[in-house]
């Protein structure tokens, strides 16, 4: 009896285990069948961003972003929060930005604290009315000058309302340059009610979403109601992009976390690394009711944007007038050939999102319209500034301004065709700041979609 009671229990945990193995086999296959195919609200299938970007993109992308002038961005992480009361920075070690000592910054870079570091901006003793321009507006950080006038011209140009995004003001006592190399975006285990609140508030209030509508895995959703992805739908072209846009964001910043997570601490040293079972909870279609694979799908459609972005505002790079100014002449230049080079490779991709499909109604309607995704998208960023982790902190403002950026860049296209060759212009500017973000903003997006592969190739392993 107890010999047939134990073989019984023996096939009983051999069916429980093979069930399991069904299950993680089952939650691989569903993961990678879900991930595949053309996006929606574009002609671009998954499996072609793949490629382009781990054979074009990616190697191309990471040496970039080792630059000194791209590695090198100035923010300011103490600004309040605009929009509800400060509840304390995160005491995590891990939280921690250690900024960089101005005798490590460029000198071509440093000079440009008070938006003067155009290498002509630098070195000219003409430019006596410098201080007038700096008042005026935004100097870009990429320009050799040709003369004072078109100098003190340019400079005079504001071009607040195209920006899509609250820019730190670089001439701020509280702003410092922070090394990006040397402060990776990882795993911090900010977490909890505070970390909450951010996205939340991104979500509920800034995503046109009614408040009867709730997202997908909300606990307080009642079980009927309309539902989210119907109402999705049944926005407009442009209110739908702006969510994937968020969507695509998150995702990315999430499995940035799970790709770098502090695995273990031994007498103080870190090993930081992959992390299949946080990836699991946060993307696996069984365990997040099939929202994971459509947050992924969001990240591809949101570095489509980001490719699209940087294949329209090559013509503002391309010009002889365009250097990237750090001081070291033959890095600069090394630099600038670096960038055009995925530049080409930007504009050789065969699937870019059409841009022009948005505010293509009425004049009217679509000015109001794009005027209220802009004000959003600000708003967005300006709720960076609520984030408690500093590190985290850092990431997001950098990331939503190169987001930001490369929305202006797409709905830029009339004044970035018209641009001089050899002479500053009034009418589409960048600053080294938004430089610096969209660059290393799409550096993410590409580091994400090549950890994913990763994380592809670790679940197989663990059939």
């Known amino acids: 009896m107890s010999s047939s ?67 090198y961005y100035k923010v300011n992480l103490k600004r309040p929060c605009p ?22 910054v460029p000198v071509g870079i440093k000079a440009g604290s008070s938006n003067k570091y155009s290498k002509a901006a630098n070195n000219s003793e003409e430019l006596e009315d410098c201080e007038q321009a700096n008042k005026l507006g935004a100097v870009n950080s990429t320009l050799s000058n040709q003369s004072k006038e078109a100098f003190i011209d340019w400079a005079r140009y504001d071009d607040s309302q195209d920006h899509f995004c609250e820019l730190d003001d670089e001439r701020s006592p509280d702003a410092q340059y922070v090394d990006l190399l040397l402060n990776p975006e990882r795993y911090t285990g900010y977490k909890g009610p505070s970390a909450w609140r951010v996205w939340n508030s991104i979500y509920e209030e800034n995503c046109f979403k009614p408040r009867s509508v709730y997202r997908p895995l909300n606990p307080l959703a009642p079980s009927r109601g309309e539902s989210f992805y119907t109402w999705l739908e049944g926005l407009c072209l442009e209110k739908r ?11 990315s910043i999430n499995l940035h976390l799970c790709a770098n997570y502090l695995l273990e601490e031994t007498w103080g040293k870190p090993r930081w690394g992959p992390n299949v079972k946080e990836f699991t ?30 294949s329209k505002v090559a013509p503002y790079f391309e010009r002889s007038v365009v250097d990237l100014y750090t001081g070291n002449g033959h890095e600069d230049a090394e630099s600038k050939a670096l960038l055009l080079d995925i530049f080409r490779d930007t504009k050789s991709f065969r699937m870019h999102f059409d841009e022009k499909s948005m505010f293509a109604g009425d004049k009217k309607g679509a000015k109001s319209l794009k005027e209220e995704f802009r004000l959003h998208f600000k708003n967005i960023s300006r709720i960076m500034d609520c984030v408690g982790c500093d590190k985290c902190r850092l990431w997001g403002k950098l990331q ?13 296209e009339k004044e970035i065709q018209s641009l001089p060759e050899n002479s500053p212009s009034k009418g589409f500017q960048l ?33």
């Open 83 to 104: 929009f509800w009361a400060d509840d304390g920075h995160c005491s995590i070690k891990d939280c921690h930005v250690e900024p960089c000592p101005e005798s490590k």
């Open 241 to 251: 992009v702006f969510y994937k846009l968020i969507s695509g964001l998150h995702a």
């Open 431 to 463: 600053t080294r700041q938004e430089i610096v973000a969209l660059v290393n903003a799409f550096g993410r997006l590409s580091t994400s979609i090549k950890e994913l592969q990763n994380f592809k190739v670790l679940l197989q392993q663990t059939r």
């Open 400 to 412: 939503t301004q190169g987001l930001g950026t490369a929305l202006k860049i797409l709905f830029s």
């Open 281 to 310: 909870r946060r993307f696996d279609p069984i365990e997040t009711k099939g929202e994971g694979p459509r947050r992924l799908k969001n990240l591809y459609f949101l570095y489509l944007i980001e490719l699209r972005a940087l």
């Open 5 to 71: 009671g134990g073989a019984v229990r023996s096939a009983a945990a051999r069916a429980r285990l093979a069930t399991r193995l069904l299950a993680v086999l089952s939650c691989v296959l569903t993961a990678e069948a879900q991930l595949t195919g053309v996006l929606d609200d574009c002609l671009c299938d998954i499996e072609s961003i793949d490629d382009f970007n781990t054979f074009k993109i990616f190697p191309k992308i990471q040496k970039l972003q080792e630059r000194d002038y791209f590695r």
